[in-house]
């Protein structure tokens, strides 16, 4: 629509079926404003009734003031001071609202958003910029991508921003620190309002982080619960810098003090770290610290290793025996993963062989043990190329033989039971510690039978597995034994079914250790609650069979409880 006197009512007459916020786009908009531009341009001149008019309607978009008896013109929009004078004119001011940004986008800004409804209809609302908001999400942004606080200092980030939004005023690098900060204590709040009200206790799990370009050691702290809403929480309460040299004490220290600043003193049932000597020096400083009265079964619980870790160092053990019979595998990945080159080579020859495959060919790391078996895994999907490459590139010597393509396939089949078991460990989103017990009872089992394997170098991959699992596990946490023992799917049954497998001889001693511990609980949670509904007239009776049925069947989730549990005698509470 016209802004000219001229227009009349006659051209928004022939607009009244098209709104210009329906129809009409930002630039749209942009034009309107040069229009009225053009219209202050010419507005000085103008003549009312034969005179001459007195006041410009450039002063609508600004104010005047008047300091030590000079007067001034500030913008409405930016705030910014030009010259008022009388002898000054206004052509300048006209000049700056064609410049000002906030002028330009002050009628535009006011844009329709168009949201989809769950019905699919489209639904339109009005969008007002906010700085503050902007803000926040900037600061969401980095937090959440781990982007430098540098970023705001990027020309190409600052011109970006001022494309899309240039009212947007791009904070300083500390400004955003000072955002970042004030979420961080926000969240923080939160979570300890979360964990206060909290009644039941928490486990904590930490980790030692390496920064590489400044050699800094930090630890990661993480806490877990279930809420009082029986829903299963975690939250990183700490990433704290742990000063050298790393002995128990410092780490001690540095783990206290997270505790008390979160007031978790008296909520902590058990403590989770890597399976190293100053890690478990570390627990009885933190015990004495801590006051074992706070703690379940006075702090007897209260160490728990990191099942995950084990893990990795039992397959590493037993690959170490073998590292020579892959030998070929791993150098025909390296050779072809070395170079672009190379890598566009061994896909031209994959379509010929028209194999069809998502998976890339992966390089093992020394370090990570899964990532072998992602290799070795990776390599048999395309065992076929390579003798084909071997005939393209002379340089190529390392060809696996079928042999190799054999025992590969052997290896992977065995390592593929470590590989689910670290993942269903590693799960945040569903609870972990009632299904210890069976996995690890399913790998120690077949482990076993590994160790009579036809071909040698199983056997002795069995045999170092072996020996380095009950180097840690020739005894299960208690609380892991009870959590799976409460799992109504288990109770007592399956230990009954898995201890005589494990530990043979002695399984009735290790049977009678793990009621003892769940009694020894029940006891401790009756007296600290010293409710009626937890109250009760004697300790319960547990019938076990003194020698539980001894039960061989091959490795299958849960295979050989599901056999025992037609056999096994039942477990009663009186």
């Keep these: 629509m016209s802004g000219t006197p001229s227009t009349g009512t006659s051209s928004t007459q022939g607009q009244d079926h098209q709104c210009p916020l329906l129809s009409q786009s930002a630039s749209d908009g942009i034009n309107n404003i040069d229009v009225e531009f053009n219209a202050l341009k010419c507005d000085s001149n103008v003549i009312e009734n034969g005179k001459r008019k007195l006041t410009s309607n450039v002063w609508l978009h600004f104010d005047r003031e008047k300091r030590d008896d000079v007067w001034t013109a500030i913008c409405k929009n930016c705030k910014k001071r030009l010259s008022a004078k009388s002898r000054s004119g206004t052509t300048h001011l006209r000049g700056h609202l064609e410049r000002c940004p906030r002028r330009i986008f002050h009628d535009v800004k006011q844009m329709l958003k168009a949201t989809k409804t769950k019905e699919g209809d489209v639904k339109l609302s009005t969008f007002q910029f906010d700085q503050d908001i902007a803000r926040r999400e900037l600061a969401n942004m980095v937090i959440l991508h781990e982007y430098p606080l540098s970023i705001v200092d990027h020309s190409g980030f600052q011109r970006f921003l001022t494309s899309v939004q240039p009212m947007f005023k791009i904070p300083t690098r500390n400004t955003l620190t000072s955002d970042i900060m004030k979420m961080y204590e926000y969240e923080r709040v939160k979570t300890l309002d979360l964990l206060k009200r909290n009644k039941g206790r928490i486990t904590i799990t930490t980790d030692m982080w390496t920064c590489n370009n400044q050699r800094k050691g930090f630890m990661a702290i993480t806490t877990h619960f279930v809420d009082n809403e029986r829903a299963l929480q975690s939250r990183i309460i700490r990433f704290a810098h742990v000063q050298c040299p790393h002995t128990s004490v410092v780490l001690a220290d540095a783990m206290m003090d997270c505790i008390l600043d979160w007031h978790l003193e008296k909520k902590v049932s058990a403590l989770t770290v890597d399976n190293c000597s100053t890690n478990n020096a570390m627990i009885p400083i933190i015990l004495d610290k801590l006051s074992r009265d706070s703690s379940l079964l006075n702090g007897e619980m209260f160490h728990m290793r990191c099942s995950v870790h084990i893990l990795n160092l039992v397959v590493k053990e037993g690959l170490d025996v073998i590292n020579d019979s ?30 069809v495959s998502t998976k890339k060919l992966a390089l093992d790391c020394k370090t990570r043990w899964n990532s ?24 190529f010597k390392c060809v696996p033989t079928e042999n190799d393509w054999v025992f590969a396939k052997e290896i992977s089949d065995r390592l593929e039971v470590f590989f689910v078991a670290t993942e269903q460990f590693s799960g945040t989103k569903y609870p972990t510690a009632n299904n210890y017990l069976p996995i690890l009872c399913d790998i120690r089992y077949a482990i076993s039978q590994w160790g009579t394997s036809t071909v040698e170098e199983i056997r002795l991959m069995a045999l170092a597995m072996a020996q380095k699992f009950d180097s840690y596990w020739s005894e299960f946490h208690g609380f892991m034994v009870v959590a799976t023992i409460l799992d109504p799917r288990f109770k007592m049954k399956i230990i009954d079914c898995y201890f005589p497998i494990i530990y043979g001889d002695i399984a009735f001693g290790e049977i009678k250790k793990a009621q003892d511990i769940l009694l020894r609980i029940v006891r401790e949670y009756e007296g600290k609650l010293k409710a009626a509904s937890y109250s009760s007239s004697g300790d319960p009776t547990i019938v076990s069979s003194s020698q539980p049925t001894m039960v061989h069947s091959r490795l299958n989730s849960l295979s050989i409880f599901d056999q025992f549990l037609s056999s096994a005698p039942s477990v009663i509470f009186k």
């Design 326 to 355: 892959i030998d070929r595998i791993q150098g025909s990945a390296s050779y072809w993963t070395g170079s672009p080159k190379r890598e566009e080579k061994f896909l031209e020859t994959v379509c010929e062989l028209e194999i």
């Design 372 to 395: 072998t078996f992602v290799m070795i895994r990776s390599a048999l999907i395309y065992k076929t190329v390579f003798p084909h490459l071997r005939q393209r590139d002379s340089q």
